[in-house]
């Protein structure tokens, strides 16, 4: 520079007037483009030297959030492996997700089969996890290993939002779905609302979850080998224990049935279970056989028997083990007091024999174990069920009388017995006798022979029947074959007013009725004698000489006629028919 003045003095001393100035312009136009030169290359430098401090903080920045994001992933995974308690490690990460459940929540689905269920859940609704239901062509993407994330139309459209309630609906903007093993080794499927770490850009947030999730593969896995194997045990268990109850010697086949069902509602937690037959081969509908479990209101308890019935005819149409939710209780028309039901078919040498129902109140679903149980249970009562009919048929031959399927002599005096003794010890009001005898009956076997005789009989029994079924009382009332043509009917619970009056009623529908024998129809009359215990006899003997000496008055009055026993006296009926 130094030297640049000293040219510039003598340049000065030497030059002058326009020329000078020439000159001197351009030197100064010199100066300026050195300045601008060095600052240009100055400001490059300045440039390049702010790039790289940016450059730096953002890599610091980065390392700064993946470590951040690496520690809060180790204190997760030790939040989670530390526990005592492995579910209650599960629990923990799903609150991690979801501080706040009003504003979202998170469900492990748990994959068995082609189905799956809620393994851990927070913030769902009832009735959301007992509906929760992941897509199938969801689960196939899962099983690349890839996270999926469900908003706008494609949630709205998903078999998950669907099951979702209004409530929780509110809460899922977007959902998403993070796997829990690849391929093959999907064994579950985190659905969340939120991610972590909350501030993070999403793809961060989908990859620390896909990596959490990941780690905890191996571990949910053994998890769910253990339950599965703990079940199988337990199942193992609750079999033994109900066939040592099915092949039970020591008691009557209905009773040991009963005991069974009880059972098995307990283990599958059922209020009640039923069990239905058919009635005979070839028959359209089944009929409840046993019905069992916890006691009920009367009024509740008709109403639940009525929602069985209901069941069962489904049952029957579906054929197979089906399961009832609240949705499909509605649809069949049970819409109140049961919330969740199971039927499973009973069949017996590949022929559709009956049918199991267990129902409950609560609108938890079945667990599979207990399916499975239920599935098995069925195979086992069709085995006993026969045994339980040829009892049942042995039994009723025995209490019966072959003809007119009434009950017999036998079965009646040990009633009559009972009855007299429940009304004597104070456990009954009174209890009256009807004693019954078809008019001139020797005069059809005469004349039409004892074939005809046999389908009076018949045809009488049946009217006696359908006459008890019109009383209030009729279902205590025992019919009974007294001897040849006299019928005997015991009506527990009933005056003599109420006898008299029954008495009446069955004379007239006798009295009525055309009785068809070979080509002919006969008219048949019917005498009746009345007697009540405690009016009219205080021991099962003097009520039976009550009622005979009735019957003897109707007869020698002119018969077709019903006679009340007016004192406790035996008379004879010889020679009266």
């Given at each position: ?12 001393g ?21 300045h ?5 290359r ?26 951040m ?27 991690r997700?979801?501080?706040?459940t ?23 609704s009832?009735?959301?996890l007992e ?19 469900l ?7 998903s ?69 599965h ?19 039970s ?25 039923s ?21 009920l209101?009367?009024?509740?308890e ?61 609108s ?14 069925a ?18 031959q ?57 389908l ?24 009974a ?54 009016l009219?006899?205080s ?8 009622a ?7 007869k ?14 035996a ?7």
């Open positions: 520079m130094h030297g640049l003045v000293s040219i510039l003095a003598q340049l000065e030497v030059l002058s007037g326009t020329a000078g100035l020439l000159a001197l312009a351009t030197v100064c136009l010199f100066q300026h483009g050195i601008v030169l060095q600052r240009q100055s400001d490059r430098n300045s440039a390049r030297i702010l790039g790289e401090v940016k450059s730096l903080e953002r890599e610091v920045m980065h390392l700064t959030r993946d470590k994001i690496t520690r809060l992933e180790n204190v997760v995974l030790r939040e989670i492996l530390t526990q005592n308690d492995p579910e209650r490690g599960y629990a923990v990460l799903l609150k997700f979801i501080p706040d009003d504003s979202g929540f998170a469900a492990i689905i748990r994959l068995d089969r082609s189905s799956g269920t809620v393994f851990e859940a927070r913030g769902l009832d009735e959301s509906a929760f239901h992941i897509d199938t062509h969801h689960l196939a993407t899962l099983a690349s290993g890839s996270p999926l994330v908003e706008d139309q494609p949630l709205r459209k078999q998950i939002y669907a099951s979702l309630t209004p409530s929780d609906k509110r809460k899922a903007s977007r959902i998403f779905l993070i796997p829990v093993g690849v391929g093959q080794e999907l064994c579950a499927v985190l659905a969340t609302t939120q991610l972590l770490p909350t501030a993070a850009p999403q793809a961060e947030q989908l990859d620390l979850s896909t990596r959490l999730m990941s780690c905890v593969a191996g571990s949910l896995k053994q998890l769910f080998t253990l339950e194997h703990t079940h199988q045990l337990r199942s193992t268990r609750e079999m033994l224990e109900l066939r040592s109850i099915a092949d010697q020591s008691e009557q086949p209905l009773r040991m049935i009963e005991r069974f069902m009880v059972r098995l509602a307990q283990i599958t937690g059922s209020e009640r279970a069990l239905y037959v058919l009635p005979k081969e070839g028959a359209a509908t089944c009929k409840a056989l046993i019905r069992c479990g916890v006691q209101p009367p009024g509740v008709t109403r639940w028997f009525q929602h069985e019935d209901t069941l069962s005819s489904m049952g029957q149409l579906y054929g197979q083990v089906t399961v009832f939710d609240q949705l499909h209780l509605k649809r069949v028309g049970v819409d109140t007091l049961m919330q969740s039901a199971v039927t499973a078919p009973i069949r017996h040498k590949h022929r559709y024999a009956g049918l199991l129902c267990l129902t409950r109140r609560q938890a679903a079945p667990l599979p174990v207990d399916l499975e149980l239920i599935t098995w249970a195979d086992v009562l069709s085995e006993t069920i026969q045994k339980s009919i040829n009892f049942l048929q042995m039994e009723r025995a209490r019966q009388d072959g003809l007119t399927d009434l009950a017999n002599r036998r079965t009646f005096d040990l009633q009559l017995a009972r009855e007299i003794d429940s009304v004597q010890q104070g456990l009954g009001l009174e209890c009256s006798l009807l004693l019954c005898d078809l008019d001139r009956f020797k005069s059809i076997n005469d004349q039409y022979g004892h074939q005809a005789g046999d009076v009989l018949r045809e009488t029994a049946q009217i006696l029947r359908e006459q008890m079924g019109k009383i209030r009382s009729g279902d205590r009332a025992l019919l074959r007294y001897g040849g043509e006299e019928m005997a009917i015991l009506l527990p619970g009933v005056g003599i007013t109420g006898a008299l009056r029954i008495a009446e009623g069955i004379r007239a529908a006798i009295d009525s009725h055309p009785f068809a024998v070979e080509s002919a129809l006969l008219t048949v009359t019917i005498s009746v004698g009345v007697a009540t215990c405690p009219h006899a021991s099962p003997e003097a009520l039976i000489s009550a005979d000496a009735a019957l003897y008055e109707a020698s009055a002119g018969r077709n006629r019903v006679c009340c026993a007016q004192e406790p006296t008379i004879s009926a010889t020679g009266v028919s």
